[in-house]
């Protein structure tokens, strides 16, 4: 009994394996299913819109799909990966190692948010559809979901450390000539500055999920920036 109520709080509450998809496993992490059961009762006491549901289920798979987008680009380039896990915050791929060709780096990052831009654009042209036989309620559901993922190819563009933006930065970087740690710490700080832009907007906007974003960019471009400078000083006196 007892083991049958612990397997019962970890399938509600736990890490736990979706399942596969491309022959990658996708865990869906605790963060993600504590946000959902939360949500639903939320909705289900009525304090929060029914719609919300849907929008979130939309764009998570968003998200999913944009993983997919790096994983097999990187597949193509013969890197494999362990497992794609969803998070609160979003997805991250685990990728078996990482791809150190500048050229191929820089097709990887950007993969994720062309699935978005081509999501958004399928979409588009699907509600366009919907519009023209005079179906409104789905277009707006179509138009929502372009709304979505415009919003993930933009955010995950933009040049900050650890999203794509930040990883296609420091790939144009090496493409120009700069070394990898120097490609690296210019990226980072990039990423510093830009992270705090968007913390003072967030704060002025009242927008607590995108500061709480801006945070961990922060503290992820400087930990990035400290593991960088530590393996350049590690590489120079060795
Ligand atoms: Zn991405």
């Known amino acids: 009994m007892k083991a049958v109520a612990s397997r019962a709080v970890r399938v509600l509450l736990g890490t736990t394996q979706l399942g596969r998809l491309w022959d990658v ?29 849907p929008v979130l289920a939309v764009a998570y798979t968003s998200v999913l799909l944009h993983e997919f987008g790096h994983i097999l680009t990187a597949r193509r380039f013969g890197v494999s990966t362990r497992q794609v896990s969803m998070f609160v915050f979003g997805g991250i791929a685990q990728l078996e190692s990482r791809v150190e060709d500048p050229k191929k780096m820089f097709l990887v990052s950007v993969a994720g948010p062309l699935v978005n831009v081509g999501l958004a654009g399928l979409f588009f042209a699907i509600g366009f559809v919907f519009t023209i036989f005079e179906m409104e309620a789905l277009n707006k559901a179509c138009m929502l979901i372009v709304l979505i993922n415009s919003v993930l190819a933009v955010f995950n563009m933009l040049p900050l450390y650890p999203t794509d933006g930040g990883q296609v930065v420091m790939s144009l970087f090496r493409m120009a000539g700069m070394d990898r740690f120097k490609a690296v710490i210019v990226a980072c700080w990039i990423s510093l500055f830009g992270a705090v832009l968007l913390g003072v907007f967030a704060i002025v906007q009242g927008a607590l999920m995108i500061s709480l974003v801006a945070v961990f960019i922060i503290l992820a471009s400087r930990q990035e920036l400290k593991n960088t400078r530590a393996a350049r000083d590690l590489q120079v006196t060795s």
């Open 25 to 53: 496993p996708v865990i869906m992490d605790w963060s993600l299913k504590v946000y959902f059961w939360v949500m639903i009762v939320l909705v289900g006491a009525g304090w929060w819109e029914a719609s919300t549901l």
